[in-house]
Structure formats: C-alpha cells, structure tokens
C-alpha cells in the first residue's frame, strides 16, 4: 500500500492564468449636470477576475458658468468641479460571455483630487481630495470599444464666502456628478 501511494503521480488543482486586460479610455464628460464640458481619460487594469483598477482623469474645456449669488446660499451655488484625477476600485458583475459582442459592468469606489473654481472670490482655484462612486458600462468587439459611464465626487471645499459668513463644517460638503462617453482600446 505505501509503495502505491510512493509510485502515484502527485494531483494538483490548478487553474489557467487569466491573460492581462488593460483598457485605455479616452472621451467627453459632463460635469454638474450640463454646467461643464471636458475631457477624460484613463487606463483600466485587471487584477483579478472580477476586480479591477482604473486609474484616470478629466479636464474642464469650458468656461466656468456666471454664478450670480442666490438668496439662499448652498456650497453648490459658489463651487464649480473643473479637473482632477482619481484612483477607483472596480468590482464586475459577474456573467458569461458570449459571441461576438462583450460587455461589462464595473461598480466603483475610490478617491479623487479635484480643483474647483470659486465664484465668491473672483474664481479662484480650489484643490480638495474627494470620494467618489459610479457605475462603468463598457461594450466591446475585439480590442475596441465604448465605456459610458457615471461618477458622483464627494468633497469639503472651503470658498471664500464660507469664511465670510461663518459657515458651519457641515454646510461645506460638494457632491458633483458627472457622465462620459468613451472610446476603449484593450490590449
């Protein structure tokens, strides 16, 4: 009996290596709602199977919108996002792929820097770490395809009228949505 188990072949569990999947993306973004337009633009790596990094940014290409002081001041009528980069965890929903056409779906969570102008004072630049959450969807055939997808940034900015009026810490938090199209190229 010994000498059997000493002859037997050794059984391994092993799985095939997942083959690398780094997508560069590069489009056009919505940034508070339809008060800025820019560009984005990033790379997005696989870690695991259903994990995966996207590290990237945007640009403001617009002039920031005139703000004219409301009666009711919130941090949202003063602060404008223009830019800022951000480093977001992706976790796919998993599913098969078929023939043909793949797509995927990415829930993300991560941080960010974003600069903000500031109306209060003449729109003066803003710098503030954020968090920020979105939905990825991307479609794809062979190495090209489209990514559209949703982020909302969650930030504390300090303008010059919360200094002004005494604002309390909690009247200061930005939240700041923005949407993009883009292009994928996978390799």
């Given at each position: ?7 037997s ?6 799985r095939?290596?997942l ?30 199977r ?22 009711n ?48 004072a ?19 055939k ?46």
């Open positions: 009996m010994i000498s059997l188990l000493l002859l072949a050794s059984a391994d569990a092993a095939m290596p083959e690398p999947q780094n997508r560069l993306h590069l489009g056009l973004a919505a940034m508070d709602g339809t008060e800025s337009y820019g560009l984005t633009f990033g790379m997005d790596s696989r870690l695991t259903f994990v995966s990094i996207d590290i990237g940014g945007f640009l403001s290409a617009t002039d920031s919108p005139v703000l004219t002081p409301p009666e001041d919130t941090i949202e009528d003063w602060i404008t996002m223009r830019h800022g980069i951000w480093f977001a965890p992706g976790l796919r929903i998993p599913h098969r792929y078929g023939e043909g056409l793949t797509w995927d779906v990415f829930l993300r969570g991560g941080f960010a820097t974003v600069w903000s102008e500031d109306a209060s003449d729109y003066d630049s803003l710098f503030d770490v954020a968090m920020l959450g979105g939905l990825d969807f991307m479609i794809r062979d190495k090209l395809g489209l990514r559209a997808s949703g982020k909302g940034f969650f930030y504390k900015a300090s303008p010059y009228v919360a200094w002004q009026q005494k604002w309390e810490a909690s009247e200061r938090f930005v939240f700041a949505p923005q949407v993009s199209l883009e292009a994928i190229y996978q390799f």
